[in-house]
């Protein structure tokens, strides 16, 4: 029996992403149509009732985000999508983007008449620039739903104004941070702005902002149509599905809609297909870049909020990298200090240094000539960009080090002199 | 398109003051799509980047400091401020394509192209870099080549796709 599961995927493969009719034709449009019946205050029960939970990594509570949204009093709000997902071994949205993305504007829309102010209403939907090809896709699912008047003045003649754009990024990770990404769309370099004040107060363009992610928008429509059926999987603490990526040393790569509560190895094995090697998994990397390293010995972990949390693992974005017996921690590290090094916005000192400290000490690994004072410094430098760097990028980078350090502490070691 | 009189960077790059202008105008000239504008200027630059000309000519018709169009440009990693090849071809060192060995990938493409990674060669025909992931990790290893996913590399594909920019170039 498959493992995997299609409701937020429902559309992939099925329906047409250009045409906004086959999009209709299997209910599409109809959340938002109930939606504007209903008061606010109901759908934001709907999103709490499911525990909605930010999908992009931060697992902040939407419904949360929403009654703040809504509370702020302003006529004019902003709406953002973030569609910057750059976790290496994140492609998730893009999935969601390329085949569904009427629904994720429908997210929105719902977004705008929950959150949104009275007057014209501006959403952006920020598109990473390694997505350029779907730009176009996302153009003409905007200018099919103005046609419908799903999008302009008075939308379904609930008194919601909202006009809709999508902006592309221009190559940088640190972008996904919430507050980066709207200096990134204002045309500014992405760095990451101080807070408070915060986003949903003052925003893009300065106006109280609602942002989520592709996935947590997608969720929406579904949810406020009937939640039953979302809600009937998952795990009592982890309800309903979550849409992963899986790539690596496995059999069948791709993304896929699982319901949470099922185990790593049941991902890895029943769903990806098992290794593309005759070697052993030696361990997976989940959540992205910035995600714990899991060893083989803790596979049978659910993938649940709870069940991850257990062995100090977060959910994040989604992505499962799979590496096996023939692929070595240096490596690994290697691209992983190489990526943040490349990303970190040089804004703070503990990130900007940290990183370029971390690449001379994984070359001085590669090259052999590493010693244990070096390794001194790698712990201390990892705590200290987890303590006291600036934004997320550089507070949870040190995840996948420290957690390798615990997991292969001997391969590690075995790297200093 | 807003013209300063009697500009005097208009009377030094008419050509590039044509194209840049026409750029900005079919995107708007407004702040928040400064990005998108260099992007596209980019884009129409035989050599893949956006000359200190091309940034002056749009910090005065767009009234954003120079300096500021510079932070932009330098800020972002898909806008480049020195000249590349005629073919870009970006490796990706993301988690996925380092375990799925993009470092064989690596080497073969040095020697295809017959540079080290992370220059250009000296006719100007291509750049080869390193990239972060650009969420194409189902097809690890894999590269983009002048921003069109190549995925599922071997050595095999890669003799083959250099050989085959070697002829659109000839045939130019
Ligand atoms: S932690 Fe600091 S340097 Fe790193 S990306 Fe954030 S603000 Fe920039
Ligand atoms: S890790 Fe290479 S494309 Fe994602």
Known sequence: MSKTVSVISKNFYSVNPDSIDEYIATGGFEGLKKAVSMKPEKIINILDRSDLQGRGGAAFSVAKKWTHALRVPAPVKGVMCNADEGEPGTFKDRALLEHNPFGVIEGMIIGAYVGGGSQMNRARIYIREEYSYLHDRMRNAIRQAEERGFLGKNILGSGLNMEMNVVSGAGAYVCGESSALLESTEGKAGRPRIKPPRLNNVGLYNLPTLLNNVESYSIVPILVRDDSEYRSYGTHRSIGTKMISVSGKVNKPGVYEIPFGITIKEVVYDIAGGLNSDRLLKFVQIGGASGAIVPASQIDTPISYEGLAEIGVAVGSGAIVVADESNSMLDYFESLAHFFAHESCGKCTPCREGNRQLVRIVELMKSGNATSADFKRLSGILKHMKGSSFCGLGKTEPAPFLSAIKHFEDEIKGYFK | ?172
């Open chain 2, 1 to 172: 398109m807003l013209k300063p009189l009697k500009s005097k960077v208009e009377e030094k790059y008419q050509e590039l003051y044509e194209t840049v202008g026409s750029v900005i105008d079919k995107w708007g000239n407004s702040r928040d799509n400064l990005i998108a504008i260099l992007l596209n200027v980019q884009s129409k630059s035989s050599r893949n980047f956006v000359s200190k000309e091309a940034m002056l000519v749009v910090s005065e018709i767009m009234g954003i400091s120079a300096q500021e169009v510079y932070e932009v440009a330098t800020f972002y990693h898909a806008i480049a401020t020195e000249p590349r090849g005629r073919f870009l071809v970006q490796l990706c060192q993301g988690t996925s394509c380092t375990v799925n060995k993009a470092v064989n990938v690596k080497d073969a493409l040095e020697a295809e192209i017959g540079i080290k990674i992370g220059s250009t060669t000296p006719d100007g025909m291509f750049t080869f870099e390193y990239t972060p992931c650009f969420g194409a990790c189902d097809v690890s290893p894999a590269m983009r080549l002048n921003g069109k996913v190549v995925g599922n590399l071997t050595q095999e594909k890669i003799k083959q796709i250099i050989i085959e920019c070697r002829e659109v170039a000839e045939n130019e």
